[in-house]
């Protein structure tokens, strides 16, 4: 399934790429301001970067710079309701792969989406490795210290975003974002109670407590 990061600072809109892009069968993952947005893109978590312009505290000009600036190749479709043709060719000429203007419609959206999917050569790596932990994409079997454990399809996608930054702090809405892919009540303790799972089957002190901050991988 592709992962597709949406950088829109507006909730509604947000919202309705969201839902329709997963009703076409891909993952997604909402990014409100651009200092995130560049965060989650430059993780290579992510197949495809929806991104708005007008983003708050980092513009969207400005995070396709820095994520080309730092040689990522993540295909770019920015959707922005600034439509004039400087700003189109700033977007084009910055790195961008193609250019939408708001108001849009969602069926030619999709529609670009899945042209730029289309065009990406396949991922080779296919096992995540820290340490003694191993994960591996295609099979889906998680291996401690050589031994397999039985994950459930939350947990293993709980260890995977885990090892894919290993030794970083993850706060509990960064968890909930890129493992549920919605936003939970702020009283859900859902991450936590994952994370104690996760720990009962790999390894109590493998998941650290960061506290007020959220969870780290030590390894």
Same mark, same amino acid.
């Given at each position: 399934m592709a992962a597709i990061l949406i950088a829109e600072?507006?909730?509604?809109?947000a919202a309705f790429v969201q839902k329709g892009l997963r009703a076409a069968g891909l993952s997604t993952t909402i990014a409100r301001t651009g200092p995130e947005?560049?965060?989650?893109?430059?993780? %290579?978590?992510? +197949?495809?970067?929806v991104l708005d312009i007008?983003?708050?505290? #980092?513009?969207?000009f400005a995070v396709l710079e820095a994520l080309r600036g730092q040689g990522s190749t993540l295909p770019v479709i920015i959707l922005t309701a600034r439509d004039s043709v400087t700003d189109t060719v700033?977007?084009?000429?910055? %790195?961008?792969? +193609?250019?939408m203007a708001?108001?849009?419609?969602?069926?030619? #959206?999709l529609a670009r989406v899945r042209i730029r999917l289309r065009d990406q050569p396949q991922a080779q790596a296919v096992v995540v490795t820290q340490g003694d932990l191993s994960l591996d994409l295609r099979t889906r079997i998680v291996s401690v210290s050589g031994k397999p454990v039985e994950l459930s399809a939350r947990e293993?996608?709980?260890?995977?975003?885990?090892l894919r930054h290993p030794n970083q702090v993850l706060s509990r809405e960064q968890l909930l974002s890129r493992v549920w892919g919605y936003d939970?009540?702020?009283g859900s303790n859902v991450v936590d109670v994952y994370v104690r799972y996760l720990r009962n089957k790999i390894g109590s002190d493998r998941i650290v407590t960061v506290r007020g901050a959220g969870y780290r991988l030590s390894v």
């Open positions: 600072d507006e909730p509604r809109i947005a560049l965060d989650y893109a430059c993780s %290579g978590e992510f +197949d495809l970067m007008g983003l708050p505290q #980092l513009d969207g700033a977007g084009l000429e910055g %790195g961008a792969d +193609d250019y708001k108001p849009f419609r969602f069926e030619e #959206l293993f996608t709980l260890l995977e975003t885990f939970f009540d702020p």
